[in-house]
């Protein structure tokens, strides 16, 4: 728990808080930058959020961290949440009971 919190510390710092209250925000290239360089972590997953956000997931190759991040249509991303020890599951669609 203390390692994560280090983490997004670590990752909120260098980045110039916007009008989002408490979230670390910047501009998408920025953050995307930023991890890169960092933590060596870039997209592993994405999905598209309800009021028009996109929800990235990015992790290191070795899936020793991660960061959830929103980015928004006007091109600013938002730190959400960011840990250690990522571990990718195998997706099964789960179909109707027959």
């Keep these: 728990m203390w390692k994560a919190l280090a983490l997004v510390t670590a990752v909120a710092l260098p980045l110039p808080a916007m009008a ?22 870039a997209p592993s997953a994405v999905g598209l959020a309800n009021n028009g956000g996109l929800i990235e997931v ?12 929103v980015s928004m249509p006007n091109g600013t991303s938002c730190l959400l949440a960011a840990g250690e020890n990522w571990q990718p599951v195998e997706h099964v669609a789960q179909g109707p009971a027959i």
């Design 20 to 41: 989002a209250g408490n979230m670390a925000c910047s501009q998408r290239d920025d953050v995307l930058h930023q991890l890169g360089d960092k933590y060596k972590e």
């Design 58 to 69: 990015l992790t290191s190759d070795n899936g020793a961290t991660w960061t959830i991040i």
